[in-house]
């Protein structure tokens, strides 16, 4: 087989419906590459994870670029580190702002088995080729840290996530002053009522001075119910504060709140696949600047079904939501046209060759009217 595919739909009616432009694979893809395990968009790039690529070997992700407004996207690139070697999951998590990407390798072990790194590549050539700039490692790397499990950039900010770190896990704040020369750590954040196995940094998101990390195994709400903390910087990314810790108002034990989380703006959304029927995400929303967050929506699929998964992965821009399922073979649209006080599901996406067992939906990335979704198997 190919070893898993990415499909990029696109909207001209605001949502309401979505179509399939691309269908993308690798160029030299082989079974069980797992491409499509993560997806990030920006503009005209796509980036795709590929952590198994070479039988179980270090990794690679590949970027696509579209040069006719997303009628067609083609391959410029395929990004390896520069010490890759076996088992380093390389492009298990993918982030792209700009002429940057972020690539995370949790499995790979300069300071120890798994103490996992991450990898920051730049094009200075509009997309045409990519170089490898850093290689991100934390100051206190561990083995089994599994830092680079989770990662996200915007601007200059690149956070990486540890959820193995010092048992509690935590997540890592790195600064470019130059440009995207170099990169420092600035920050190391961790929950105010850290505990071990909260699986805090499972996942990250960033926009401007706000980061959010998903613990998806804190259990405020019942064992393993989830959580996820909000930080903010007030002094360009020197230091960082939590000024929140968002739960569900029904949280449960096992839910996976926090598996996913997504940030833009005032808006952040937390998946929890084990919530409920079929999985759910949640909505939160800031009126006050950031200085306290409510719960605005919960967000299930019309058609929930057992074992679907959904909030597996979770994408936002603006006013639309996108969730993703594992089981389901599908990612839903919601949209807000009141601010955010409701949201509506207007649309089911699915692929135009679906079949069981590919895993459509497990990875989502939506940049204005496009959505990319990954089905790694």
């Known amino acids: 087989g190919t070893g898993g595919a990415?499909?990029?739909l696109r909207t001209s009616d605001g949502g309401a419906t979505y179509a399939q432009v691309a269908k993308l694979t690798a160029s030299d893809g082989a079974a069980n590459d797992e491409f499509g395990i993560s997806v990030a968009i920006d503009g005209d790039t796509i980036v795709v994870g590929a952590q198994h690529y070479n039988n179980g070997g270090s990794g690679v992700v590949y970027v696509f670029l579209t040069t006719d407004g997303g009628a067609t996207y083609g391959q410029v690139a395929k990004l390896t580190a520069a010490d890759a070697a076996v088992n380093d999951r390389f492009g298990y998590s993918v982030a792209i702002a700009g002429d940057t990407i972020?690539?995370?390798a949790h499995g790979?072990?300069?300071?120890?088995?798994d103490s996992g790194s991450a990898y920051v590549f730049r094009t200075t050539d509009g997309g045409a080729t990519y170089g490898q700039v850093a290689k991100l490692t934390a100051s206190d790397a561990a083995s089994g840290d599994l830092f680079g499990f989770s990662v996200a950039i915007d601007g200059n900010t690149v956070v990486v996530g540890a959820w193995g770190d010092d048992g509690g896990g935590s997540a890592y704040v790195f600064l470019t002053t130059d440009g995207g020369a170099t990169y420092n750590q600035v920050a190391k954040l961790t929950a105010a009522d850290r505990n071990n196995n909260d699986h805090f940094g499972y996942s990250v998101a960033v926009d401007g001075s706000t980061i959010v990390v998903g613990a998806r195994y804190d259990d405020d709400g019942g064992g393993d119910s989830g959580s996820a903390y909000?930080?903010?910087t007030s002094d360009g990314g020197v230091t960082y504060v939590e000024v929140a810790?968002?739960?569900?108002?029904?949280?449960?034990?096992?839910?996976?709140?926090?598996?996913?989380?997504a940030i833009d703006g005032d808006t952040i959304v937390i998946g929890a696949y084990d919530a409920g029927i079929g999985g759910a995400a949640y909505v939160f929303l800031t009126t006050d600047g950031g200085a306290t967050y409510g719960q605005v929506a919960k967000l299930t699929a019309a058609d929930a079904a057992v074992h679907d998964s959904f909030g597996i992965s979770v994408a936002i821009a603006g006013a639309t939501i996108v969730v993703g399922t594992w089981g389901g073979e599908a990612a839903y649209i919601f949209h807000?046209?009141?601010?955010?006080?409701?949201?509506?599901?207007l649309s089911k996406l699915t692929?135009?060759?679906?079949?069981s067992w590919d895993d459509f939906g497990f990875s989502v990335a939506i940049d204005g009217a496009t959505v990319v979704a990954g089905a790694y198997s």
């Open 245 to 261: 810790k968002l739960t569900a108002d029904d949280a449960a034990a096992s839910d996976n709140f926090g598996w996913s989380v």
């Open 108 to 113: 790979d072990d300069d300071d120890g088995s």
């Open 230 to 232: 909000v930080f903010r």
């Open 102 to 104: 972020v690539v995370g």
């Open 6 to 8: 990415v499909y990029v």
């Open 336 to 345: 807000t046209s009141d601010g955010g006080a409701t949201y509506v599901e």
């Open 351 to 355: 692929a135009d060759d679906a079949a």
